[in-house]
C-alpha cells in the first residue's frame, strides 16, 4: 500500500493560484492513477482531475482550463497546478490512488482506495 501526503494549501484571494503536491511513498507508484479531489464544506466529494500511468488526463468540467494535473515519477509525486482560482474552489483537497489499466479509474472517488489527508484551500473574494 502507498502512503499519500498532500500539502501546498493555503488562504488566496479569487484570481491567485496555488500549487498542490502529493508525495507518494511505499509501494510502486509508476503503477497507479492518481487523481485529486475535493470537498466544499457542507458538501459532498467530487472529483478535479487524474492522470494516468501513462500521462493522459481528465478533468472535471468547472476545472477545466484552469487546473493542470501533473505527475513526476522520479520524485513520486503528482501536483495539481490551480490557476484562476474562484471561492467555489474552496475545500479541502484529497489525492487518490488507486492501480489503473486502459481508462479505468475516473473521477468518481468509490474508483480509488487509497487517500491522503487533504490539504485546504480557501479562496476568498
Known amino acids: 500500500q502507498m502512503q499519500l501526503v498532500e500539502s501546498g494549501g493555503g488562504s488566496v484571494q479569487a484570481g491567485g493560484s496555488l500549487r498542490l503536491s502529493c508525495a507518494a511513498s511505499?509501494?510502486?507508484?509508476?503503477?497507479?492513477?492518481l487523481g485529486w479531489f475535493r470537498q466544499p464544506p457542507g458538501k459532498e466529494r467530487g472529483g478535479v482531475a487524474r492522470?494516468?500511468?501513462?500521462?493522459?488526463?481528465m478533468y472535471a468540467g468547472s476545472v477545466k482550463g484552469r487546473f493542470t494535473i501533473s505527475r513526476d515519477n522520479a520524485k513520486n509525486t503528482v501536483y495539481l497546478q490551480m490557476n484562476s482560482l474562484k471561492p467555489e474552489d474552496t475545500a479541502m483537497y484529497y489525492c487518490?490512488?488507486?492501480?489503473?489499466?486502459?481508462?479505468?479509474?475516473?473521477?468518481?472517488?468509490?474508483?480509488?482506495?487509497?487517500w491522503g489527508q487533504g490539504t485546504q484551500v480557501t479562496v476568498s473574494s
Open positions: 511505499g509501494d510502486t507508484y509508476s503503477s497507479y492513477c
Open positions: 492522470i494516468h500511468r501513462d500521462g493522459r488526463t
Open positions: 487518490a490512488a488507486e492501480i489503473c489499466f486502459f481508462g479505468w479509474p475516473g473521477l468518481s472517488s468509490g474508483e480509488y482506495k487509497l
